[in-house]
T-cell receptor, first 118, second 112 residues
Framework: GAVVSQHPSRVICKSGTSVKIECRSL??????MFWYRQFPKQSLMLMAT?????????EQGVEKDKFLINHASLTLSTLTVTSAHPEDSSFYIC??????????????FGPGTRLLVL | GESVGLHLPTLSVQEGDNSIINCAYS??????FIWYKQESGKGPQFIID?????DKRQGQRVTVLLNKTVKHLSLQIAATQPGDSAVYFC???????????FGAGTTVTVRA
């Protein structure tokens, strides 16, 4: 159980275009999903937290108009990188947790999406 | 701000030996800790977790130890196998939040 998928696994796009990444919890309902960014040989950096049916909460320094997050259902969250530029190239990873707000529940991670902007 | 950190960035271990990966955390308000394993090009994989009301928890071939006095967390892997080669991250969860703060990661390399 506790499987999280991401699509696509890798994407190459031209500078200026937008890219959408999907994150799905396959066998549980995710009350909260998280989006992380990871540069090579570095740790995970939390970008934003999304709760189903409400606006995402962005971490300091993350542009909400640049990284659009939609959490339309309890099993799906999407991250759209708008007007992507080469510096947006990175490994984007989502995670999901079940459980009530405030409850200590493990986050389960997706396999990640490798984005390369040319 | 306070964050989780690791003592050693790399660890080389002989196949069959036991591995110990250390993690220091500085936020005394953290009450939930998780170890993740990340293989190259993949997302982090849950290994084991521990709550602050415990000091030891065992899983299959893995043991997590928590020393709240010195704010130290460790992951012990018994009989290390080649498939254990990966980057290991500890993560902490503040008591009033459910966001995770990740450490820098320790790269474990298993020698045949």
């Amino acid at each position: 159980g506790a499987v999280v998928s991401q699509h696509p696994s890798r994407v190459i796009c031209k500078s200026g275009t937008s890219v959408k990444i999907e994150c799905r919890s396959l066998d549980f309902q995710a009350t909260t999903m998280f989006w992380y960014r990871q540069f090579p040989k570095q740790s995970l950096m939390l970008m934003a937290t999304s709760n189903e049916g409400s606006k995402a909460t962005y971490e300091q320094g993350v542009e909400k108009d640049k990284f659009l997050i939609n959490h339309a259902s309890l099993t799906l969250s999407t991250l759209t990188v708008t007007s992507a530029h080469p510096e947006d190239s990175s490994f984007y990873i989502c995670s999901a947790r079940a459980g009530l707000a405030g409850a200590k529940e493990t986050q389960y991670f997706g396999p990640g999406t490798r984005l390369l902007v040319l | 701000g306070e964050s989780v950190g690791l003592h050693l960035p790399t660890l080389s271990v002989q196949e069959g030996d036991n591995s110990i990966i250390n993690c220091a955390y500085s936020n005394s308000a953290s009450d939930y800790f998780i170890w993740y394993k990340q293989e190259s090009g993949k997302g982090p994989q849950f290994i084991i977790d521990i709550r602050s009301n415990m000091d030891k928890r065992q899983g299959q071939r893995v043991t997590v130890l928590l020393n709240k006095t010195v704010k130290h967390l460790s992951l012990q892997i018994a009989a290390t196998q080649p498939g254990d080669s990966a980057v290991y991250f500890c993560a902490e969860n503040l008591s009033n939040d459910y966001k995770l703060s990740f450490g820098a990661g320790t790269t474990v390399t298993v020698r045949a």
